[in-house]
C-alpha cells in the first residue's frame, strides 16, 4: 500500500515539473500573443493592455515623423523662451509634415490661446500706460504686441494716433559708464536706467563701450536733473528798441539755415541697422502721419519694408511677407528685387495653404479646407489643383447638407 502510495507521489510530481515548465516557457514567435483580429471585448471590460503584461518594442518613426520631430522639439524651444510667434510657425510647420502628428495639434492649439492672451494683456497695459500719461511706457507694450501679431490693428492705430512723440537726447558714453551711472546723470535716479535699456532696445546686462551712442527720453513728470540737458527755450529775436542794429550779412558760400533733424527718423535708422524693422516702421509711419511729403521718410520706409519682407520670407513668414512686398510694390514697384522676393513670397504662401486645404479636407473640414484652397487662389489663380479641389469639396458639402435637411411628411 506504502509503494502505491509513492508511485502516486512520484506521478504527480512528475507533471507538476512539466506543467510548471510549460507555464515558463516563452511562445512560439509565429503565435499570437493577443485575441484575433476578429474577438470583440465583452461590454465593461477593459480595452487597454493587460497590466504587468509585457509590451513589445515601440515601432520605429517613419521619416515623416522623424521630419517633423525636429520642427515640434523646436517649437517647445521657443515656447520655453517666450517666442510664441515663432513656436507656432514651428507647430503648424510640423503639422503639414506629418498632419496625424497629434501633439502638433495640441501644441498649435495651446500656443494659440497663449498668444490671444498675451496680446489682449498687452494691449490693456498700453492703454493703461496711456491714460497715466506714459507715452513710453505704452509705446513699449505696442511694439510688443506687433512683435507678436504683425498686423494687429489696435496697436498699430494707437502708436500711430495715440501715443505721443518721444523727445530725446543723445548721449555718447564714456569710459566707465553703466546704465545706472547714466541715468542718475540724466534722472538723478540709477533704477530708471531700465528706461534707457527699453528705448535703445538693448540686450539683456549689456555691455557699455565708450563711444556707443544711446538715446535718453524724457519721462513725463520727471525733468532732468542738470539744466542744461533740459530742452531749451527758442532764442528771443525781438530786437531792442534802443539798439537797432541790423543783422550782419551772411559770408560769401554760406548758409544761415540749420537743417532740423527728427529724432523718430534717427531712432528708425537706428533699428533698421539693427534688424528691427517692427521698431523702425511704427517710427517711420509717425513721421509720415504729420508729413506724408517727407521725403526722407518716404526712402527710409522703402529700405524698411524691404528689410522686413525679406526677413519674414526667410523665417518661413509667408503670408505676412507678401503683405509686406505688396506695400513695398505700392511705393516703389521695381524696388531692389523686391519683385522676385515677391514672387517667391506668393509662391511659398500658396504650396503652404494648398498643403492645409488637403489636411483639413482628410479631417473632413470641407468648409475650411475651402477657405484655404480660395487663398490659394489669391496668390495664383492659375492653380488648377485649387480649382478642382474647390469644386470638388463643395459639391460634396452640398451633398451632405442636403441629406441632413429633414424630410417633408408626404400628405395622403
Excluded at 515601432?59 to 515656447?79: F, I, M, N, S
Excluded at 498649435?108 to 490671444?116: F, H, I, T
Excluded at 489643383?385 to 469644386?391: L, S, T, V
Aim: charged letters at 25%.
Amino acid at each position: 500500500m506504502i509503494s502505491v502510495r509513492r508511485g502516486r507521489s512520484l506521478v504527480v510530481g512528475v507533471l507538476g515539473l512539466m506543467l510548471g515548465a510549460c507555464a515558463a516557457g516563452t511562445p512560439s514567435p509565429s503565435a499570437p500573443t493577443g485575441p484575433p483580429p476578429s474577438a470583440t471585448p465583452a461590454p465593461g471590460a477593459p480595452t487597454g493592455p493587460t497590466p504587468g503584461a509585457p509590451s513589445g518594442p515601440p515601432a520605429a518613426p517613419t521619416p515623416r515623423q522623424k521630419l517633423a520631430g525636429g520642427h515640434v522639439d523646436r517649437a517647445r524651444q521657443l515656447e520655453r523662451t517666450g517666442d510664441l510667434r515663432q513656436a507656432r510657425d514651428e507647430w503648424k510647420i510640423a503639422l503639414t509634415i506629418d498632419p496625424q502628428d497629434q501633439a502638433a495639434r495640441d501644441g498649435l492649439r495651446q500656443v494659440d490661446a497663449r498668444l490671444e492672451q498675451t496680446i489682449s494683456a498687452r494691449l490693456a497695459r498700453g492703454r493703461d500706460a496711456l491714460g497715466k500719461g506714459d507715452n513710453l511706457e505704452a509705446r513699449k507694450h505696442f511694439l510688443a504686441v506687433l512683435a507678436m501679431d504683425p498686423f494687429n490693428q489696435a496697436a498699430f492705430s494707437a502708436l500711430q494716433n495715440d501715443v505721443k512723440e518721444i523727445r530725446f537726447v543723445p548721449y555718447v558714453t564714456k569710459a566707465g559708464d553703466t546704465l545706472a551711472t547714466i541715468a542718475e546723470r540724466y534722472y538723478g535716479d540709477r533704477s530708471r536706467s531700465e528706461v534707457i535699456w527699453e528705448t535703445n532696445q538693448l540686450p539683456p546686462n549689456p555691455r557699455i563701450v565708450a563711444g556707443m551712442t544711446l538715446k535718453i527720453p524724457e519721462i513725463p513728470g520727471v525733468p532732468f536733473v542738470l539744466p542744461e540737458l533740459r530742452p531749451k527755450p527758442p532764442a528771443d529775436t525781438t530786437a531792442s528798441p534802443a539798439a537797432p542794429a541790423p543783422a550782419p550779412a551772411p559770408e560769401a558760400g554760406k548758409t544761415t539755415e540749420v537743417e532740423e533733424i527728427n529724432p523718430l527718423l534717427v531712432g528708425a535708422r537706428e533699428s533698421l541697422e539693427k534688424g528691427e524693422y517692427l521698431v523702425a516702421l511704427a517710427d517711420v509711419d509717425k513721421v509720415l502721419g504729420g508729413n506724408t511729403q517727407n521725403l526722407d521718410a518716404v526712402e527710409l520706409k522703402k529700405a524698411v519694408l524691404y528689410g522686413l519682407g525679406k526677413s519674414q520670407l526667410g523665417q518661413k513668414k509667408y503670408d505676412e511677407s507678401v503683405k509686406t512686398l505688396v506695400q513695398l510694390a505700392r511705393l516703389a514697384p521695381t524696388y531692389q528685387d523686391s519683385p522676385n522676393l515677391l514672387k517667391q513670397a506668393k509662391t511659398s504662401a500658396a504650396q503652404l495653404h494648398y498643403a492645409q486645404g488637403l489636411q483639413l479636407y482628410r479631417e473632413e473640414k470641407l468648409q475650411d479646407a475651402i477657405t484655404e484652397w480660395k487663398t490659394v487662389l489669391e496668390y495664383d489663380p492659375d492653380h488648377a489643383n485649387a480649382k478642382k479641389n474647390i469644386d470638388q469639396a463643395e459639391r460634396l458639402l452640398k451633398s451632405l447638407q442636403q441629406r441632413q435637411q429633414p424630410k417633408k411628411p408626404t400628405t395622403p
